[in-house]
Structure formats: structure tokens, C-alpha cells
């Protein structure tokens, strides 16, 4: 059984996702400030939920440390944790911007460099960041400007540990979606055709499919999921 850590679990995309990998048999050890959308996994002997703060990095590394400590080895972390923020040049201050590099950067940067040297150990290891889509068609990104340069940074982590892990199979995959059908995205965009976004399950099928024996052969992936939109 393979264990994956998921942080951001109680988000829309993580509550999918974590009864995704529930579903096909990992052990799931998810990380939220709350447990309010994850009711159907309480119950599960193979699913423990953490209140972390995740912009802590001495309570991140600790975290890592026992999670490792506990099971011996962690096969894969999907980093779903993050924020979005508008804002163009003009009106994106350097407290929106530090803001979002915590959410966006910092949440995934201090659990992913201890394990990736727990990866590189153990010669397995699937690390997984959602990126965006205005990071790669920056013509997007002129009205989330701190948000797309918070994004930026996964993928030039991305490249770091997977130029790092050459000849290890160990590979830090982006996930870099388009919008994503949410609740809160069709309230905020009201008239737009949602059924041009991709839906959380799709991403989360994908998510499962990287971490799977499926994706063995996969190095430096950066996948877009753009459907539509």
C-alpha cells in the first residue's frame, strides 16, 4: 500500500481527491486547518487528517519527520494547498505578493525538500504541485499577477528536483489547470460557460494516475489541463 500525503484535503479538489486514492487502496494522510468536507473518510482505517499550518516550516518538518518516522516510507505528496488573488501591476503590492508566495510556494516548498531526500533514499518517490495556466500564457496572468508569480516558483522547483534526481525514480510532476468547476467559481463567474473548465475529478483521476505503477515511466511532466477554457 502506498502512502500519499495530500495537503489542502478539505479544499474542492482535495475532498475529490482524497476519496480518489481512498478508493484505489492508498493509505491517505491528508493535511487541512479543517475536516468540514471530509465526513465520508472519518471512518476509513487507511485515512488520518492533520491540522497543520503549513507557512510553519518547523511544524511542517516536524510533521514530515514522525509521518516518516510512523510508516517507513512516503510514496508521493500531492501539494493542492494554495490561494488565488486579482490584482494587476498597478494595484499588486509586495504584502499581496508575500502573501501569495506563502500560500502558493511556501506550503509545498517545506514539506517537499525533506521528503524529497526521503525520496531520493528510497530511489521512489511522485511529488506533485498544481501550477497554473497563466504561468505558461502569461498574456493571462496581466490580472493575477502575484498569483501567477507564486505559481512560477513550482515549476522552477519542479525542474531543480527533478534535474537533482537524475537517475532516481524520483520526478516532481506540475499539474497546471485552467478553472477548475467550483461552487465559489461559479458564483464569482456567473455567466461564463462552465462546461469549458475542467472538473475536479478529472484533475484528481489524473493526480491518481502519476502516483499510480501506470506512472512509472513518466519524467519531468508538466501536464496541461486546460479542457476549454
Known sequence: M?????TGANGNLGAV??????????????????GSELGFAKDNKNFEL???????????LLFIKEAISLYGSIEGALFLAGGFAMGNIENTTGDTLKKMLTLNFET?????RVLFEHMLQNDYGRLVFIGAKPVLQPEHAKN???????????????????????????????????TIDTHSNRESMPDTDWSKWVKSGQIA?????????????LREPVYKVYNDA
Not at 481527491?17 to 479543517?34: G, P, Q
Not at 509545498?108 to 517537499?112: D, E, L, P, V
Not at 483521476?205 to 515511466?217: A, R, V
Open 205 to 217: 483521476d489524473l493526480l491518481e494516475f502519476i502516483c499510480s505503477d501506470k506512472g512509472l515511466p
Open 2 to 6: 502506498k502512502t500519499i500525503i495530500i
Open 144 to 178: 493575477s499577477v502575484a498569483y501567477t508569480l507564486s505559481k512560477s516558483l513550482l515549476f522552477s522547483l519542479a525542474n531543480i528536483l527533478n534535474a537533482a534526481a537524475k537517475g532516481k525514480n524520483v520526478t516532481a510532476s506540475v499539474v497546471a489547470p485552467s
Open 108 to 112: 509545498a516548498y517545506h514539506i517537499s
Open 50 to 60: 492533520h491540522q497543520l499550518d503549513l507557512s510553519d516550516e518547523n511544524a511542517s
Open 17 to 34: 481527491t482524497v476519496k480518489k486514492f481512498l478508493e484505489n487502496d492508498y493509505r491517505v494522510i491528508a493535511v487541512a486547518r479543517s
